[in-house]
């Protein structure tokens, strides 16, 4: 299921649903349009927690899930720490592959 999830998020990073780096996505989060966001397991905890205070307070799906390498990796960059999904539809099928659904 990992390698499933990690295909859709490059999908949706190459249709352009999808945005990384820290800066960016509390940007896409301030502006609403945040689906869901992934964090790397393995980044620091005051950024974890940024996110996750941020993502509750709008209500927006936050995962803890992968590391930086494999999200970097995923989507075509270096180390990111935090994915944003901008829309809806990829926010959905890439939930169900993290939970390990058949989407």
């Given at each position: 299921?990992?390698s499933k ?23 896409a ?13 393995d ?14 307070h ?46």
């Amino acid at each position: 299921m990992k390698s499933k999830a990690y295909a859709r998020i490059g999908l949706a990073m190459k249709a352009g649903k999808l945005v990384s780096g820290e800066d960016t996505c509390m940007k896409a989060i301030k502006k609403g349009k945040g689906k869901l966001v992934i964090i790397a397991s393995d980044s620091t905890s005051n950024t974890c927690k940024r996110f996750n205070n941020m993502c509750k307070h709008r209500n927006i799906p936050c995962i803890e899930w992968g590391t930086k390498e494999e999200l970097g990796k995923s989507i075509g960059k270096h180390y990111r720490a935090v994915v944003c999904v901008i829309d809806e539809s990829f926010a959905q099928v890439i939930m169900e592959k993290l939970s390990g659904g058949e989407a």
